[in-house]
């Protein structure tokens, strides 16, 4: 059986519940609004939210172009499409030291997503990049006070997370 409650799920609670009380809080997916539990938050704050497509580079760089002009982007990805943007992420977000926040799902194995889709890249990419802070829950509960902590982050931050639950 599988879990009532995701990362994914929770992922999208917590950014809705963060919207409320701040409005420079954006969220942007590459075409996945149900897989990264966006759906809601697409809803409530239609103004608020972007699909870019399958285009995970212009992703890294509308979200960098956002934060510099005071928004606080959240690009929700699963780990194998991060690496789409990986000079956009170095070069838009980190040597600029911008507070874009990367909610990185479906990192490490996932079996039945088959090997196109494993998350098993980004933290050797990620970690050497300048400015970047990468976090990585042990449960739900820590997930959600990351979240908490990184929708007010001042720097670049990837949270990755597995898919599924506890």
């Not at 963060?18 to 590459?30: R, Y």
């Not at 285009?55 to 690009?75: L, R, W």
Request: net charge neutral.
């Amino acid at each position: 059986n599988p879990p009532s409650i995701t990362y994914s799920k929770v992922f999208g609670e917590e950014i809705v519940n963060a919207a409320k009380t701040n409005n420079k809080l954006i969220a942007i997916t590459a075409a996945m609004p149900d897989g990264t539990g966006l759906r809601e938050f697409s809803k409530l704050y239609p103004k608020r939210f972007f699909d870019v497509g399958i285009a995970e580079q212009n992703a890294v760089t509308f979200a960098a172009g956002m934060a510099a002009n005071g928004f606080k982007p959240v690009f929700a990805v699963y780990s194998t499409f991060l690496q789409r943007g990986y000079d956009q992420i170095v070069h838009d977000v980190c040597l600029q030291n911008l507070p874009v926040m990367f909610a990185v799902d479906r990192a490490g194995i996932v079996g039945e997503d088959g090997e196109t889709h494993q998350g098993i890249l980004d933290i050797s990419y990620l970690r050497s990049m300048p400015n970047m802070t990468i976090a990585a829950p042990k449960d739900l509960q820590e997930f959600r006070m990351l979240l908490k902590w990184g929708f007010k982050f001042n720097s670049p931050l990837a949270i990755r997370y597995p898919r599924g639950g506890d």
